[in-house]
């Protein structure tokens, strides 16, 4: 007696009837005639009746590259509170909800400090403080500021090289506010506290962008 060729798998185990094999590209396959998902053993090795053939796909890869302005963007983003109430974690909400209504920003800060979080969301505080503090104004930039916080960080990312360390973004986005007049916004941030990091950061900044002013390459 001869060997079953690949035609046997014309027939579906399921439905025992003659079966178009519909090829996903998943590595496996549906029957026609009754609508069964079948694994990649069930038609391996016969290729006449399936719809196309089978190429497993590589895994996606992401194109999104990180750049210094994407992450500073970030900040300014929360800053201005160009963001959702999603981007706050629910545990986040519901831990300060209990301790709500807060006086301002500061008694936010206070109240994330003490708790056992994962996400304690520092760079929100504009958006938290806008939800929990009913009687408190919140600062906004407008679009012009905006795109000039932007252009005051780019002038500081080229001052350093492509590749290596950097200085905190959060103190950059404190500098970069108050160059553009915009310190009232500084009570909303979290803001770095070593007293030596900040006088280190003020003396670089201050040198780029006074190089910046002098040669053109900023215009105030």
């Known amino acids: 007696m001869e060997a079953a060729g690949p035609w046997d798998k014309r027939i579906c185990n399921h439905?025992?009837?003659?079966?178009?094999?519909?090829?996903?590209?998943?590595?496996?396959?549906?029957?026609?005639?009754?609508?069964i998902?079948?694994?990649?053993?069930?038609f391996e090795g016969f290729q006449t009746s399936f719809a196309h053939g089978y190429s497993p796909l590589n895994a996606l890869q992401?194109?999104?590259?990180?750049?210094?302005?994407?992450?500073?963007?970030?900040?300014?983003?929360r800053a201005s509170m160009k963001q959702s109430a999603n981007s706050v974690p629910d545990a986040t909400w519901k831990y300060l909800l209990q301790f709500a209504p807060y006086r301002g920003p500061g008694h936010i800060m206070r109240t994330l400090k003490k708790a056992k979080l994962k996400r304690k969301c520092y760079d929100c505080l504009p958006l938290l403080t806008f939800h929990l503090c009913p009687t408190v104004s919140v600062p906004r930039l407008s679009d012009g500021e905006y795109h000039r916080a932007l252009q005051?960080?780019?002038?500081?990312?080229?001052?350093?090289?492509?590749?290596?360390?950097?200085?905190s973004y959060l103190y950059v986005l404190e500098f970069v506010l108050i160059q553009i007049g915009?310190?009232?916004?500084?009570?909303?941030?979290?803001?770095?506290?070593?007293?030596?990091?900040?006088?280190?950061?003020?003396?670089?900044?201050?040198?780029i962008i006074?190089?910046?002013?002098?040669?053109?390459?900023?215009?105030?």
């Open 210 to 220: 006074r190089d910046a002013l002098s040669d053109g390459s900023l215009r105030v």
């Open 152 to 167: 005051y960080f780019r002038v500081i990312d080229h001052a350093f090289p492509e590749r290596g360390s950097f200085m």
């Open 62 to 77: 992401q194109t999104a590259v990180y750049t210094r302005t994407k992450r500073f963007q970030k900040y300014l983003n």
């Open 37 to 42: 998902l079948c694994p990649a053993s069930a």
């Open 182 to 207: 915009r310190k009232d916004i500084l009570p909303f941030l979290s803001r770095i506290q070593c007293k030596v990091r900040r006088a280190k950061y003020a003396t670089r900044l201050a040198a």
């Open 15 to 35: 439905c025992k009837g003659i079966a178009f094999w519909l090829l996903h590209y998943n590595g496996t396959a549906t029957c026609t005639s009754c609508g």
